[in-house]
């Protein structure tokens, strides 16, 4: 599909340790050969951490692993962005099968703490739950979690050599509970949260991404809780840096995509995020192409199922192992192949 915007992109899970390889290939194979140049990678605490090893998720990445993913996005220049997801998206449980990837459940379940969480159990903003709906939260009014996220961070924007940070903050269901967090308003906690980020990346000379549905009201736009916010945390729009990039993602079969004219009326400049049904990520682009304002970067294609699995569906035809990954290599081909 041809794209009028200067980046396509595509965010891959961190690869499992023993398929780091079988993702190099897929870069250096199919992405760059089609055009892309850009990977935002999704390492949650899937990395050795040096300075916080009690933070490591599962099956960390070591820093060869990563020096690898790093030396083919340079030799095709292709920027290579860490994503961590530093709000909601704090637990839940792994894939089946396992590929490390913690996704959220639609019932109050035990459920199990993500990296951050699981080594300091008192920054989880509900620390008393037993079974959380969806994901559990970082509490950002906690003296000690800045200090801890800005040392994941560096280490993670040193290995990864990067310039950018994408920082997740989607679906955050748990915002505002804790007794020091109550005392303001949700959208002042969130845009307090991302500024500091902000900040600290501007320091590293680093941008930061993030994902764009917390800023927009579920009711007003249409989307829902999930693609939109449910718990007042839209006004955070119009308190954060307007040099941030915003993650527009949507996945269903709407036609009218109003946080496009939102993001253009806020002077921010974003990225389009489908995922696996073709037609609704026609439906986005066309929409988008139709009201962009000079504030589109590009595509952002995203998968949420294992980068290695992927890798092989779609170089070696491997049999897909989860029931949409055969969509999404579908989906890929048509907007990435011209």
């Known amino acids: 599909m041809k794209l009028p915007w200067k980046t396509k992109g595509i965010v891959l899970t961190a690869p499992l340790s023993k398929e780091v390889d079988d993702v190099v290939e897929f870069i250096d194979r199919y992405l760059a050969p089609n055009g892309c140049n850009l990977i935002v990678m999704q390492v949650r605490y899937r990395y050795q ?23 083919v996005c340079r030799r095709h220049g292709i920027r290579l962005v860490p994503k961590m997801n530093l709000h909601g998206h704090q637990s839940g449980l792994h894939n089946t099968p396992t590929d490390g990837i913690l996704h959220g459940h639609s019932e109050a379940i035990p459920d199990f703490r993500d ?12 620390p008393d739950e037993k079974g959380v709906f969806y994901s559990r939260s970082i509490c950002l009014t906690n003296p000690l979690v800045k200090l801890l996220v800005f040392d994941l961070m560096d280490e993670l924007l040193d290995v990864f050599e990067a310039d950018a940070m994408h920082i ?3 679906e955050v269901f748990h915002i505002g509970l804790c007794p020091e967090c109550a005392k303001y308003s949700n959208a002042k906690l969130l845009a307090d949260w991302i500024n500091a980020l902000h900040d600290h990346l501007r320091e590293r000379g680093a941008e930061l991404m993030m994902w764009g549905d917390r800023f927009l009201n579920a009711d007003e736009t249409g989307y829902g809780i999930y693609e939109a916010s449910g718990n007042h945390t839209e006004d955070a729009l119009h308190m ?7 993650c527009d993602w949507h996945y269903e079969s709407q036609t009218e995509f109003p946080s496009v004219d939102i993001f253009r009326d806020a002077g921010l400049r974003m990225y389009v995020c489908p995922m696996r049904v073709k037609k609704h990520a026609i439906n986005f682009i066309e929409y988008a192409k139709a009201h962009d304002g ?4 590009g595509l952002l294609m995203t998968t949420w199922f294992g980068s290695g699995e992927l890798a092989r569906v779609m170089l070696r035809g491997e049999e897909p192992r989860w029931r949409h990954a055969a969509e999404i290599a579908d989906t890929i081909r048509y907007l990435f192949e011209e």
């Open 168 to 170: 997740g903050c989607d």
């Open 294 to 297: 000079g504030h589109i970067e």
């Open 49 to 71: 951490f040096r300075l916080h090893p009690e933070c490591q998720g599962y099956d960390p990445l070591s820093y060869d692993d990563v020096k690898k993913l790093v030396a």
């Open 240 to 246: 954060v840096a307007k040099d941030i990039i915003v």
């Open 115 to 126: 990296g951050l969480l699981r080594a300091y159990p008192e920054l989880d903003e509900m």
